[in-house]
């Protein structure tokens, strides 16, 4: 035992009984052998926040393969391969103290597990035992001098990995040489082939063989292969891809443009379309939907009643108000249905969306379509809502925005549809000359390009205020409540309609995106020139550098540019430059 472990282990059971303030007096840097840990904050109270500590291994001790912990994204891969291993390492050490964090299904970059070119860090959650309020220094001493360093050998010390393979199907595993090859390649191959997309001209591709119905509605495990109906592709949408490594996938196709997908209720409509939604992330092996593969800018659009709305251009939808109120620089503090939803699309095309993903259930009705009947009841000068129906052709020509829109009531979409697939029992078909017949189309003729005037010009840039995240009553740092909300000073941001926002870890990063963009507005920078910056930003640092690179930054997960602006959106604080 090195003296410094022997300083922390004595120090530890000098403290047992005493008041836990005292445990402060252990912050600082220990060595155990190969490894070393940092005891970065100590907690004030046993009921406060956990403890935060690091486990550390140089890279010639580790002795990693470099070919899989080099590349930037194989390192965002590796270290998500080792959190999950890590939790099983924790489990057979049955040590609950310690916190490492609970991956879902996807493969998000974290800060969790840190790999760089010096070495491999874990960073951890600890809960320092007690009694009441005195320290049970005996118990501390256990977990931090001989479960810490433990953990951290069985982890990050590759000789001492075994050559059994991973576990399948989401769950824990223990390390392996072979597990980790595959994990990196897998998530290589998915990489590669969400590139090949917009080569293309896709907006999204769902493999043959793919499970996409979940365990159950509160869990995104994949339901049982025996239970579920594997996907296959219609043979008209069937696109194959052989990729560098080898493996050839072979699956849907979806094309740019406007994609309909119908079918009777119940039949996997909104199953396919939830799957796509997570398809901008990568999955790990056993999911499921390892080759559900969407467009990385792929936005899901719906109503949102009560939202609150700063500036937006609504007009290309929304004009002529009877309050009179110009909706070219439209602001609400509880947006109905219908506005909402169109505050909600022109905001996901200026933070960069060039798919939008809708399912009519989420959607205002007056938004998407006006029938006949209504047409003609309510003359068009009377009636200020254009429907989407009218504006996503437009969308496409003019920005280049695809849609894929989920409808089970309405035709109305089939005419300007350049693609329609039925789902019947989970079994997709291409109907799309079927549904041209139905609207008296020619067969085999796409929809007919309406003569009109733009509707769609670019509009003004929104710049918020140089005090526009500094609001006098805040007075400490945004922070995460769980994954649907962000308290930021007195406001709560309202994220729960954000269903591409899958991790908590995520939200605690959104929060720490504020404040990184409360420090770039200053009066003349516009939303989109922010968000640019700080995509830009954590391309070049990764999530620390959202922190100011804290020792120990806690457990984050990178949001998309998607999310981090939403949040932003739906802050009623939020003021612009007239």
């Keep these: 035992m090195s003296s410094r472990q022997s300083n922390l282990a004595s120090t530890l059971h000098n403290l047992d009984g005493r008041s836990y303030g005292n445990l402060k007096q252990i912050r600082g840097r220990y060595t155990f052998g190969p490894v070393t840990v940092f005891i970065d904050r100590v907690q004030a109270d046993p009921f406060a926040s956990p403890s935060k500590v690091r486990v550390r291994v140089d890279r010639a001790d580790a002795k990693f393969p470099l070919d899989l912990t080099t590349d930037r994204a194989d390192r965002i891969a590796a270290a998500d391969y080792l959190l999950r291993a890590g939790n099983e390492?924790?489990?057979?050490?049955?040590?609950?103290?310690?916190i490492l964090g609970h991956p879902g299904q996807e493969i998000l970059e974290r800060t969790n597990i840190l790999i760089d070119d010096a070495g491999f860090e874990a960073r951890l959650l600890v809960n320092l035992p007690a009694r009441g309020r005195r320290i049970l220094g005996h118990q501390a001493a256990d977990i931090l001098t001989r479960d810490l360093p433990e953990f951290a050998e069985r982890l990050f010390l590759f000789d001492r990995w075994s050559g059994a393979p991973a576990g399948r199907g989401g769950n824990t595993h223990a390390p392996s040489a072979q597990g980790l090859a595959d994990h990196v390649q897998l998530h290589r191959d998915q990489l590669e082939l969400r590139s090949h997309l917009g080569e293309a001209g896709l907006i999204g591709f769902v493999g043959n063989g793919a499970i996409l119905p979940r365990k159950s509605g509160d869990s995104d495990l994949p339901m049982k292969s025996s239970d579920a109906v594997v996907f296959t592709s219609p043979p008209e949408l069937e696109h194959t891809v052989e990729l560098s490594s080898g493996r050839t996938v072979t699956g849907m196709g979806i094309p740019r443009g406007v994609t309909v997908i119908v079918g009777g209720g119940y039949h996997g409509k909104s199953t396919i379309l939830r799957a796509l939604e997570r398809g901008v992330y990568p999955h790990i092996a056993g999911d499921g939907r390892e080759w559900v593969i969407s467009d990385p800018t792929a936005t899901s659009i719906r109503a949102e009643d009560g939202r609150a709305v700063t500036g937006d251009d609504i007009s290309a939808f929304i004009n002529n108000l009877p309050s009179g109120s110009d909706t070219r620089f439209f602001s609400t503090t509880n947006a109905s249905g219908s506005t909402s939803q169109a505050a909600n699309l022109v905001e996901a095309i200026e933070a960069g969306a060039k798919t939008l993903l809708i399912d009519e259930d989420t959607s205002a009705t007056n938004f998407m379509i006006r029938d006949d009947r209504m047409r003609a009841l309510i003359p068009a000068e009377r009636e200020p809502i254009t429907p989407f129906v009218s504006r996503v052709r437009p969308l496409l020509t003019e920005r280049g925005v695809s849609t894929l829109l989920v409808a089970g009531g309405s035709s109305a979409f089939f005419e300007v549809a350049d693609h329609v697939i039925a789902l019947d029992a989970y079994v997709p078909a291409d109907v799309t000359a079927r549904a041209r017949e139905l609207v008296g189309a020619e067969d085999g003729a796409g929809p007919s390009a309406e003569a009109s005037d733009a509707v769609f010009a670019?509009?003004?840039a929104r710049v918020p205020t140089a005090g526009a995240l500094r609001p006098s009553s805040k007075t400490k740092s945004a922070k995460a409540k769980g994954l649907d909300t962000v308290q930021f000073g007195r406001s709560f941001i309202d994220l729960a309609a954000?269903?591409?926002?899958?991790?908590?870890?995520?939200?605690?990063?959104?929060?720490?995106?504020?404040?990184?963009?409360a420090e770039i507005f200053d009066g003349t920078t516009s939303i989109t020139e922010a968000l640019t910056e700080i995509d830009a930003m954590l391309d070049a640092q990764g999530i620390d550098g959202i922190t100011g690179h804290r020792a120990h930054p806690g457990h984050l997960a990178r949001p998309r540019t998607q999310e981090i602006a939403a949040a932003l959106n739906r802050f009623r604080g939020l003021r612009l430059v007239d």
Excluded: C, F, W
């Excluded at 390492?89 to 310690?98: P, Y």
């Excluded at 899958?502 to 404040?515: F, W």
């Design 89 to 98: 390492v924790l489990a057979k050490l049955d040590q609950r103290a310690l």
């Design 458 to 460: 670019a509009a003004p």
């Design 498 to 517: 954000l269903s591409q926002l899958i991790d908590g870890q995520q939200t605690g990063a959104i929060a720490e995106a504020l404040e990184y963009l």
